[in-house]
């Protein structure tokens, strides 16, 4: 810093440039003069100089026994705009991105949004105890990266866990864990896809992010129909390499793939060297008879990735997801995993895993699903009001249910009113890439209890008997 009275200008000019920037916000206290002289070595007169000169410039505003603050000031300079074209340096991907990155912010009050556990009922008192018990446990151990593919502990816990749920057939060695399913198809695209070349076949409505990912990837995506028995196998192009499907609850219209045609799935994939990519987002949630096995289950040659989340059965803050994956695929998996972000953070995965081992996953997945069950029959019973207008699609699975539009005619004013008296409700429409041929809305029921269910119901049923009377 230059010497005598040029200091007290050059501090002046650099804290100037910090308030005009916006670097120093209105209402930021300065330093005392005291403590800031202290920390750049200078006397206290320099510092008192350069703030009675910003101060007669209207930069600052002095208080009586009080530290001055940055002043509001009738206009900032604002940060320097980008040069012209900037966006041409992207990659072509990401100058119009596929799916655009959004928060969803906690509603309001209950409603029906899809994707979204209840909070209320999450046995938060022995997670912190866990996760205290966790952090004991990191202290005295040296600090280490863990392993890319998950804790050896939490992957033996998830593969016991999908084995007694899902009767998926695997071990700790099969497991990759990954931040969230959505880290998981991004990890599988990245294996799978050869940019331009591969194409990926996805249901048609079915799950943005998925499709995202692959896009992003360079894979060139194939929409599938789905009917009542879940994906259209007959449908499937010759040339598809990857299948990505949601057998258990058709995301979004909650369907079940069928028997016949998991077969015909699997046969496809074996006839024609693909893969399958099983979305079982959330699967634990059952309330039907026995579920059909999974994919993975059936699968004799090699052929399945079964994706997993706890998102659904725990909470999304959680981003834990797993792959269990074909023994081919594991190292590459992992070495993708690594170049991705090397690991997931150790306290959380060893936390879960003594969630899982212990039993608490278990027992809570049951105590919900006591609590999901009533919500259901409440969904449906509304949806029974509703079925001069509105046709259930049977699900069996999961935390929400669909139901088709009797007449597409209404769709615009039907979701006028969906809006206003069941907020978080959708469009099916916005889960896929084309007009669909029968519309559909669809309603969650995760985060909402009976009484809300029952009312927001009742009056999208007397506001649909006013504004769309049935014929």
């Not at 308030?19 to 320099?46: F, K, M, Q």
């Not at 028995?229 to 010759?238: C, F, K, M, S, T």
């Not at 998991?262 to 006839?271: I, V």
């Not at 899982?356 to 699903?369: K, P, W």
Request: one cysteine or more; charged letters at 20%; aromatic letters at 6%.
């Amino acid at each position: 810093m230059p010497a005598g009275a040029g200091r007290s200008r050059h501090l002046h000019r650099q804290l100037r440039a910090a308030i005009l920037d916006g670097r120093l916000a209105t209402g930021t206290p300065l330093p005392s003069t005291r403590a800031l002289a202290a920390d750049l070595g200078v006397a206290r007169n320099t510092v008192a100089t350069a703030y009675d000169l910003l101060v007669a410039e209207g930069y600052v505003l002095p208080r009586r026994r009080a530290r001055p603050v940055v002043a509001t000031l009738p206009a900032r300079h604002g940060p320097t705009p980008p040069p012209a074209g900037g966006e041409h340096r992207l990659a072509p991907f990401w100058r119009t991105p596929f799916h655009a990155a959004g928060a969803l912010p906690p509603a309001a009050r209950p409603d029906f949004r899809l994707g979204v556990p209840d909070h209320r009922h999450f046995p938060h008192a022995l997670w912190r105890r866990l996760t205290a018990r966790a952090l004991r446990q990191l202290a005295r151990q040296p600090f280490a990266y863990p392993p890319s593919e998950g804790l050896p502990e939490l992957r033996a816990a998830i593969a016991g866990h999908v084995a007694f749920a899902r009767a998926v057939a695997c071990d700790a060695d099969a497991v990759v864990v990954t931040s969230g399913a959505q880290q998981a198809f991004d990890l599988l695209a990245r294996l799978l896809v050869t940019p331009g070349t591969t194409r990926v076949a996805v249901e048609e409505p079915g799950y943005p992010p998925l499709r995202a990912a692959f896009a992003a990837a360079g894979a060139r995506l194939v929409p599938v129909p789905v009917d009542g028995e879940g994906l259209v196998v007959a449908r499937l192009p010759d040339d598809v390499r990857v299948v990505s499907v949601t057998p258990s609850h058709q995301s979004p219209t909650g369907t079940v793939l069928s028997q016949r045609r998991r077969m015909a799935l699997l046969a496809f994939a074996r006839e024609r060297n693909a893969v399958v990519i099983e979305d079982d987002y959330d699967g634990e949630f059952r309330f039907g008879g026995r579920p059909l096995d999974a994919l993975q289950t059936l699968d004799r040659e090699g052929r399945v990735f079964y994706v997993g989340t706890f998102s659904k059965s725990l909470f999304p803050a959680l981003r834990k997801g797993f792959v269990v994956a074909p023994a081919w695929a594991r190292a590459p998996l992992a070495a993708a995993k690594h170049c991705a972000d090397a690991h997931s953070d150790a306290p959380t995965q060893a936390v879960l895993a003594a969630f899982i081992r212990d039993g608490h996953l278990a027992r809570h997945v049951r105590r919900m699903q006591a609590l999901y069950a009533a919500r259901r029959a409440a969904l449906l019973e509304g949806l029974a009001a509703l079925s001069p207008w509105l046709l259930p699609i049977p699900s069996e699975a999961g935390l929400h249910l669909a139901a088709q539009l009797r007449d597409p005619a209404q769709e615009a004013a039907l979701l006028g009113l969906l809006r206003e008296h069941a907020p978080g409700a959708q469009s099916c429409a916005e889960y896929a890439l084309a007009p669909l041929p029968r519309p559909a809305v669809v309603f969650g029921y995760g985060a909402i209890e009976v009484d809300a269910i029952r009312a927001g119901l009742t009056a999208l049923a007397a506001a649909l008997r006013a504004r769309l009377p049935p014929r």
